[in-house]
């Protein structure tokens, strides 16, 4: 089956810890993003990546940090900069480059640091 | 980042009843997508649309794109149980630096009662 897995489903942290959480999918989407969820709000975009070693901000950036060194794989390293790290951290991908702009996402990861 | 005003915030209904829920923009947008997320859950893609005026139904989902490229409606017909979550609505804004990126609305919490 073809879709996009996040791992693990709960991470817990110590506050100054850096956390990479995982995120691959298998539907060759050339483009992939990262998103923060806190309760009551909509998501809102951490990094995104087009192709393959290619990176780019999104609007809160920062303390956040990510690779793209495969086409499969976009982790997100949650570092001690970030200050409030604890939410739900979705993982998306799509089709780069056609009409199609629909983002498929993940299950997620729910970070909490204490 | 900009934010879409998605109302209402939350919705109680009874089972049977119609829903609608509609996102608003001061840009215009070329894409709308509406999204219904389960608790602890990413969210599912329900329906995109990518013309102005296109009216487009996933079963008991119906979805406008409107004509001023400003808005996007969601209605659902006969609420069932199964129904419930939160949905959000997404979109594309025109213009190329907003190119593979979305922005979403904050949500609308569905409740239905049996």
């Known amino acids: 089956d073809g879709g996009i897995t996040q791992s693990p489903k709960y991470l817990f942290r110590k506050e100054g810890q850096n956390v990479t959480l995982s995120c691959e999918q298998n539907?060759?989407?050339?483009?992939m993003y990262w998103y923060r969820q806190d309760p009551g709000q909509g998501l809102r975009l951490i990094y995104y990546?087009?192709?393959?070693?290619?990176?780019q901000k999104g609007d809160i950036a920062e303390g956040y940090s990510v690779s793209r060194e495969k086409k499969e794989s976009f982790p997100l390293t949650v570092t001690s900069a970030q200050k409030n790290p604890t939410a739900f951290y979705l993982c998306?991908?799509?089709?780069?480059?056609?009409?199609?702009?629909?983002?498929?996402f993940g299950p997620g990861t729910r970070l909490t640091v204490t | 980042g900009q934010q879409l005003n998605q109302s209402p915030q939350s919705m109680f209904i009874q089972e049977g009843e119609d829903v609608s829920m509609n996102c608003t923009s001061s840009s215009i947008f070329n894409t709308w997508l509406w999204y219904k997320q389960d608790p602890g859950e990413g969210p599912v893609l329900l329906i995109a649309l990518y013309k102005a005026g296109e009216l487009t139904s996933n079963g008991r989902l119906t979805a406008q794109f409107g004509i001023t490229r400003k808005d996007s409606f969601l209605n659902i017909s006969a609420s069932i149980p199964s129904d419930v979550g939160i949905y959000f609505c997404a979109g594309q804004r025109a213009g190329g630096t907003s190119y593979g990126k979305l922005t979403f609305g904050q949500g609308t919490i569905l409740t239905v009662h049996p």
């Open positions: 998306a991908s799509s089709i780069r480059g056609s009409d199609l702009r629909e983002q498929y």
């Open positions: 990546s087009q192709i393959v070693n290619d990176f």
């Open positions: 539907l060759n989407h050339d483009a």
